[in-house]
């Protein structure tokens, strides 16, 4: 997989195909290294971009959110419906990349590779197995207060059938304290996450900004043999 992290023309030159040639030639240089699916962002507002990358052969194939709230919980958010038998466990980011379940697809940004300075959990059932886990990353304020709280991932085993318990206790940790006024946000959740969503919409997270994720598969008859 490849990422295109950003690609702009100066405004004075766009209508050029100046964009297309430098797709197409980021299409070249993906078949000699074997490439088989290219990804990438664009915001949902910047139609221009979004339909030079269909006529490069993207296919739209998710939308982005970034929700957010800033005030200070009400209760005890993400409350526990059932009483679970989860324990919690902080880990460094690439640890959660050794999962089975890690979504490798994600977008680059919510990446483990792009959280390194982050933090993860990991839940555990009462067998010591893996049932889920979040990325997510902490800014602090110079006092030591906490300015901003974005979540990257949150994932339950794909078979749970607890899955939202889970997703409930790692909430309820990631976005602790939860009397404190900050920045509780999501960064490039996919709209395809419905569960997740519907647990932060319940606990009052609004929609901000919204991208779209594309894909283009890569034709392996022009990848290059390495």
């Known amino acids: 997989m490849a990422w295109n992290g950003g690609t702009c023309v100066v405004p004075e030159l766009r ?29 949902v507002q910047n139609e221009p971009a979004i339909s030079l990358y269909r006529k490069m052969g ?24 059932l009483p679970h038998r989860y324990t919690l466990r902080s880990v460094r980011p690439h640890e959660v990349g050794r999962l089975p379940f890690y979504r490798s697809a994600a977008p680059w940004q919510t990446q483990w590779q792009s959280a390194k300075e982050g933090e993860a959990l990991i839940a555990l059932d009462p067998a010591g197995e893996a049932v889920g886990y979040a990325l997510y990353e902490r800014v602090y304020e110079e006092s030591g207060a906490i300015k901003n709280i974005s979540l990257l991932q949150c994932e339950a085993r794909p078979e749970l059938a607890e899955a939202d318990e889970v997703l409930r206790i790692m909430l309820a940790e990631l976005f602790a304290p939860h009397d404190v006024s900050c920045r509780r946000s999501t960064f490039n959740l996919p709209a395809s996450r ?27 008859s022009d990848a290059a043999v390495l």
């Open 194 to 220: 419905q569960r997740l969503l519907r647990l932060l919409a319940a606990e009052g997270f609004q929609p901000k900004v919204e991208q779209v994720y594309l894909e283009k598969q890569m034709d392996k």
């Open 58 to 81: 993207y296919q739209l194939v998710d939308r982005l959110l970034f929700l957010e709230r800033t005030d200070p919980f009400a209760d005890r958010p993400f409350a526990h419906r």
């Open 15 to 43: 209508g050029r195909g100046v964009g297309a040639a430098m797709i197409e030639a980021v299409m070249e240089l993906y078949r000699q290294a074997g490439v088989e699916r290219a990804v990438l962002e664009a915001f």
